[in-house]
């Protein structure tokens, strides 16, 4: 049987279009079904599976499947980490069009100068989604010193404050000048591609779903890599520019060293996605209402209207490790991004002071419905009968997984990291799926059952540990009790703080990493 593998998000629509018109349609594809495992309408020899963007590469390069439909820019992002990867651009298609530029702050760029001056700067720090090519622009660029920070996703909100340069991938200039940037550099175009594992090209017979696909007619997509980044929008060329909210000033020694770092301000980091609506309704209620963040929608930098509080909007998985580097004092997250964060780094200074109790789910281990078991040891007996010596646990949560696998004894396993619509995975590229679930119907969507509830996770207020004093410790300390006063389940703070607890005495509980703020239980 041949595997295709397919987005979510953006690029969805678009392709079903493009495999309707190849005849290889997916009528649940087309329809958005929950539905991570689908096959063709009218072809029974084609297996298709949803992923995210990102994962797509790496699982064409790995051979788990044949060809797969994504954007140039994650194939670019994974060859500049691996250049020997099996994975081959195909051929372009019209659609999903976009450019990854290097972006900076005006007044970074006036304080600074050009950044084809910054080879001798100190600490230059550049954030993406995209690491790899943003390590090759700084090599490229002989950035003497320079630190890149991964991140889910809003690099576009981290300049000037938290970052210099930000690498992101967009569809125009209006769109970086929109976020308050400047686009100084241009590292690729691309649109989406058709791609395939030089392994599958070169032993099966693909051209059931390569010919249709291939010889599909249109104009062409791009993939342009300059040998060396080129500027960005050629001068001279229409550069719609909309007013924007002056970003805060930045001081001069900004940028030259990568941690702490000393502010007269608060600052605040509130989550988008998911958990925006119960944050909301959490500030909401505690009487912290911020201009430009609401139940739905939100700016990256709300007016706060509290002197001496700045806020600012980042992907939850993100604040962890922002916090750690000093970025923010609080930030509001769910406590599994917290634990996935201190099982990575047990000496991490972030602590949980404050659970608030909303956004609640549960993390709990998933197999196939296909496994006859009801227990995890059930499951392994199974699959050790089978003769599966290694067993593959995906997730979203790599350091949650890798720590279930060492503490539930799973024996030789391997961590298959993911980037969202994990359900996908299994059972065809993992036993195990690590995951959090506040129905549960996407589990069922795709066939999957819970053999092991692991935690429970509800959205937290996380800092830094240390002492603060002053003006600012008192305002922390004022935000912390309107919160507090508004939290659905007590919170506890500091070294009584213990690894989250499914349910109501249910379940099991994870054994909490060594550090502050998460005592072992």
Not at 419 to 433: H, K, M, R, T
Request: hydrophobic share 45%; proline share 8%.
């Amino acid at each position: 049987m041949l595997k295709l593998a397919v987005p979510t998000g953006d690029l969805r629509a678009a392709v079903a279009r493009v495999l309707t018109a190849a005849g290889l349609r997916c009528d649940e594809y087309a329809a958005g079904s929950r539905a991570l495992r689908l096959r063709l309408s009218e072809r029974a020899d084609v297996a298709l599976r949803v992923f995210r963007e990102k994962d797509i590469p790496i699982q064409v390069a790995l051979g788990n499947y044949d060809l797969g439909i994504c954007s140039a820019a994650w194939v670019a992002e994974l060859q500049a980490r691996y250049p020997q990867d099996d994975v081959m651009l195909l051929r372009p298609l019209d659609f999903g069009h976009h450019h990854l530029v290097v972006a900076a702050a005006p007044e970074t760029l006036r304080r600074r100068g050009p950044v084809r001056g910054w080879a001798g700067a100190r600490g230059v720090r550049i954030v993406s989604e995209f690491p790899g090519l943003a390590e090759r622009f700084a090599r490229r660029m002989r950035l003497a010193r320079y630190v890149v920070l991964p991140v889910w996703g809003a690099a576009e909100a981290y300049p000037p404050e938290d970052a210099d340069l930000a690498v992101l991938a967009v569809q125009d200039e209006a769109e970086v000048v929109a976020a308050g940037l400047e686009p100084v550099y241009t590292i690729m175009d691309g649109s989406a591609w058709l791609i395939g594992s030089r392994r599958s090209l070169a032993a099966r017979d693909l051209s059931p779903v390569l010919g249709p696909l291939l010889r599909l007619p249109g104009p062409e997509g791009s993939h342009r890599a300059p040998a060396f980044p080129r500027a960005a929008w050629a001068p001279g060329e229409p550069s719609p520019r909309p007013a924007t909210t002056p970003l805060p000033h930045v001081a001069a020694g900004a940028g030259e060293e990568v941690g702490v770092r000393a502010s007269a301000l608060v600052r605040l980091a509130l989550p988008d996605g998911h958990a925006q609506r119960h944050t909301y309704a959490a500030l909401r209620d505690a009487g912290l209402v911020f201009e430009g963040y609401g139940e739905t929608t939100c700016v990256r930098r709300p007016v706060s209207g509290i002197e001496g509080l700045e806020v600012k909007v980042i992907r939850p998985q993100d604040m962890p490790q922002q916090v750690a580097l000093g970025h923010f004092d609080l930030a509001i997250t769910g406590r599994d991004w917290l634990l996935d964060h201190r099982y990575q780094f047990p000496s991490s200074p972030v602590v949980e002071v404050l659970d608030l109790g909303r956004s609640r789910y549960t993390i709990a281990a998933a197999v196939s419905e296909d496994v006859p078991a009801d227990t995890l040891a059930g499951a392994l007996a199974y699959w050790r009968a089978q003769g599966r010596t290694v067993i593959r646990v995906a997730s979203e949560y790599p350091n949650i997984a890798d720590h279930f696998a060492r503490w539930r004894h799973l024996g030789r396993y391997r961590i298959v990291p993911v980037n969202g619509a994990s359900e996908a995975f299994v059972p065809e590229d993992s036993e195990i799926l690590i995951e959090g679930s506040e129905t549960g119907a996407s589990f069922r969507a795709n066939r999957l059952k819970v053999i092991e509830r692991v935690f429970e996770s509800t959205n937290c207020v996380i800092a830094r540990a240390g002492v603060t004093t002053g003006p600012r410790q008192a305002l922390i300390e004022r935000l912390l009790e309107q919160l507090r006063s508004v939290a659905l389940t007590p919170g506890k703070a500091g070294a009584d703080s213990g690894p989250p607890r499914q349910g109501r005495g249910t379940g099991r509980v994870l054994p909490g990493p060594a550090g502050p703020g998460l005592s072992r239980r």
